[in-house]
């Protein structure tokens, strides 16, 4: 059974720090891309950050980059995003994605919800 669960949401005042972890299960973990999204109320889902299956290469987009650092683990399953200088705007539920690269699998967390509220 494939599972994805996020982990280290929460409420924190702007300019605070919070590290998101997904713990995956189920799958070659591996093999696998990962990715961060987030969706605020109202709004659609957005492409925070992504990695590579080897974690040699970072993707971020242009409002988080310089604040946020996206990181993985294989020997733990783990991927994790390192979030720095946080500001209200980045207040979302932001979920854990895997995807493999020429095939269909693409697998999600639940979401974790953060808030940066002073």
């Known amino acids: 059974q494939v599972q994805l669960v996020e982990s280290g949401g929460g409420l924190v005042q702007p300019g605070g720090s919070l590290r998101l972890s997904c713990a995956a299960s189920?799958?070659?973990?591996?093999?696998?891309?990962m990715r961060w999204y987030r969706q605020a109320p109202g709004k659609e889902r957005e492409l925070v950050a992504g990695?590579?299956?080897?974690?040699?290469?970072?993707y971020y987009s242009d409002s988080v980059k310089g604040r946020f650092t996206m990181s993985r683990d294989n020997a733990k399953n783990t991927v994790y995003l390192q979030m720095n200088s946080l500001k209200p705007e980045d207040t979302a539920v932001y979920y854990c994605?895997?995807?493999?690269?020429?095939?269909?699998?693409?697998?999600w967390g639940q979401g974790t919800q953060v808030t940066v509220s002073s």
């Open positions: 189920g799958f070659i973990f591996s093999r696998y891309a």
């Open positions: 994605n895997g995807v493999r690269l020429g095939f269909a699998d693409d697998y």
């Open positions: 990695i590579t299956s080897a974690g040699g290469s970072t």
